[in-house]
């Protein structure tokens, strides 16, 4: 992948420098090399991506050997035999799905009612049901309050709605989020506003200070990687006086690759009924899909919400193999305005896994005829 990077750089005839950066007044950047000599260059624009990094509870401090964040997931010289994962995000079910494919037993605790908790209740609910059939275990309403990593592998002590135990591992790995590279890269100096650990930004990412620009995981946005791609697009076309359209945060497809993957955008039923709208909700269960059937992977399901007064999908919810590759016809579709009966006289083709979401869209309206 990195030479992938590499590649473009150098097709699109892009510099790049290795070193440590500071921003500095005056629209300039000091750069230290791994021999330690500063050099300082200067542009006209300034856009700053640093990205971010595996956040760390008071708690739950990392000692990149016995709790771990995820970048040491991804490369551990050794299995583990057994490993604890807090927080059941998208990153925290990933590997928890992961190390347990691989034979590691695996207990998530969480501190929330249900997993992955920014998903549609349902999904949530049947993603722990499916997990919990290959083996792994899951505490929700759960939290771990100290570790104790002394003896050979990890202790760590939870509570949980009927009391404290204590559960044991060789590993734990710390999965609670995220926190923004934005400590000693020069925001200070520059004067550059920050809150809440993220770089303030207007809607053209231009920070408090003109000509410097901030993207991706360091503002507060959606921490995705097609996220901060469109930030980074968005930013430079508007910097190059092109007619540029604002970033749609409420139509941002989110995926989680597990078993069975999980991918949703819009509202959830539960914020679809806060926001006070009166809904259309429909379900299509993938073990009434042929394909899926032929292909040995039923579990799982498709839902879809619709305003019932105009027809607005506001929201649609997918768990099973495949389905972050299906999201997208979602997107366009309230890109475009789509209302759910256009969806459903789009012809979709059959035996196809995405037939689903229109067999989905029948059912919201009493017009299925497949389940």
Request: proline residues 4%.
């Amino acid at each position: 992948m990195s030479k992938g990077i590499e590649f473009l750089m150098k097709k699109n005839k892009i510099d790049v420098i290795l070193g440590t950066a500071k921003v500095q007044k005056g629209k300039k950047v000091s750069v230290t090399d791994k021999e330690g000599k500063v050099t300082e260059y200067t542009g006209t624009h300034i856009i700053i991506a640093t990205g971010a990094r595996s956040r760390e509870l008071p708690n739950l401090p990392q000692d990149g050997k016995k709790v771990i964040g995820y970048r040491q997931a991804l490369s551990l010289p050794e299995q583990p035999k057994s490993m604890i994962v807090v927080g059941s995000g998208a990153i925290g079910v990933e590997f928890a799905d992961f190390y347990n494919t691989m034979g590691t037993k695996v207990t998530v605790v969480e501190f929330m009612p249900n997993i992955v908790p920014v998903e549609d209740e349902e999904i949530s609910k049947h993603l722990e049901k499916s997990l919990k059939k290959t083996g792994i275990e899951i505490m929700t309403n759960a939290s771990v309050e100290s570790v104790d990593t002394t003896g050979e592998g990890v202790k760590a002590t939870v509570k949980t709605a009927n009391g404290t135990i204590t559960l044991e591992a060789d590993i734990l790995l710390s999965a609670v989020g995220i926190a923004a590279n934005i400590e000693n890269i020069g925001l200070e100096e520059v004067g550059i506003q920050t809150d809440k650990g993220r770089v303030l930004v207007n809607e053209w990412y231009e920070t408090s200070v003109p000509g410097y620009y901030a993207i991706g995981d360091i503002i507060p946005t959606q921490a995705l990687a097609h996220v901060a791609s469109a930030e980074g697009i968005t930013c430079v076309e508007k910097i190059k006086g092109m007619h540029v359209e604002k970033i749609d945060y409420g139509n941002i497809p989110g995926c989680t690759y597990c078993h069975p993957e999980v991918a949703s955008v819009g509202l959830t039923e539960k914020q679809a009924k806060e926001k006070g709208y009166e809904i259309k909700v429909g379900k299509f269960p993938l073990s009434a899909s042929g394909k899926a059937t032929a292909n040995g992977n039923t579990d799982g399901f498709i839902k879809v919400i619709f305003d019932a007064k105009y027809g607005e999908w506001l929201g649609c919810h997918m768990i099973g193999e495949g389905v972050t590759d299906m999201v997208a016809e979602a997107v366009v579709a309230r890109k475009l305005e789509t209302t759910g009966h256009e969806i459903i006289k789009s012809i979709h083709p059959h035996p196809t896994v995405s037939e689903a979401i229109m067999e989905a869209a029948a059912a919201a309206y009493g017009e299925v005829i497949h389940i």
